[in-house]
């Protein structure tokens, strides 16, 4: 059972903005610690898009970004294009959970 | 190039035992924590636990504490999960990654399937 809530799925038209957001709890995000997002493509292995809350792998496109505030994170994805279509996980530590890296339970990205 | 690369497909019988590898190139493998990742099919990643190669330190997600045994060989550079005892519930997909402050590096994945 994920202690990080994402919304199962988003979608939207090619070029729109979308976001997704993943909320924790005080001893997870709220306790300061890092979000990462990593990204799922269908048959393949998750890849990591962002680490440290908000900075980019080399490779990965500015269309990605990331942010975090309070108990929450949020992943925008702006120019949405159709390779966009996948599979996002957020994920952090949580310090309740005899000290555990958690997921976040994963959002579906649905390109129009 | 970094990468991790991960043992094959496994198909297995309930009860039987099973040990899969990851074997790490390309960086110094004692320099960084290996994590090993669960997907059930259809489902969402669990994480599993840890090893830190250079001194063997592992650590387990509470979930699957007493339920598998990770391990390292770090003169081949590889981790490895084990079962003792498989389960139909442990049929998944296991993924290794290299873990810093985060998953910078996964494998391409194991398939363990457990049928009877």
């Known amino acids: 059972q994920s202690v990080l809530t994402q919304p199962p799925s988003v979608s939207g038209a090619p070029g729109q903005r979308v976001t997704i957001s993943c909320t924790g709890s005080s001893s997870n995000i709220g306790a300061g610690y890092d979000v990462h997002w990593y990204q799922q493509l269908p048959g393949t292995a998750p890849k990591l898009l962002i680490y440290g809350n908000s900075n980019r792998p080399s490779g990965v496109p500015d269309r990605f970004s990331g942010s975090k505030s309070g108990t929450s994170a949020s992943l925008a994805i702006t120019g949405l294009q159709a390779e966009d279509e996948a599979d996002y996980y957020c994920?952090?530590?949580?310090?309740?959970?005899?000290?555990?890296?958690?997921f976040g339970t994963g959002t579906k990205v649905t390109v129009l | 190039e970094v990468q991790l690369v991960q043992s094959g497909a496994e198909v297995k019988k309930p009860g039987e035992s099973l040990k899969i590898s990851c074997k790490g190139s390309?960086?110094?493998?004692?320099?960084?924590?290996i994590g090993w990742v669960r997907q059930m099919p259809g489902k969402g990643l669990e994480w599993m636990g840890i090893?830190?190669?250079?001194?063997?330190?592992?650590r387990y997600s509470p979930s699957f504490q007493g339920q598998v045994t990770i391990s390292a060989d770090k003169s081949i550079s590889t981790a490895y999960l084990q079962w003792s005892s498989l389960k139909a519930s442990d049929t998944a997909m296991y993924y290794c990654?290299?873990?810093?402050?985060?998953?910078?590096?996964w494998g391409k994945g194991t398939t363990v399937t457990v049928s009877s």
């Open positions: 994920q952090s530590y949580d310090s309740s959970l005899s000290g555990s890296n958690v």
């Open positions: 390309g960086y110094s493998f004692t320099s960084y924590w």
């Open positions: 990654v290299r873990y810093g402050d985060y998953m910078d590096v």
């Open positions: 090893i830190y190669p250079g001194d063997s330190d592992t």
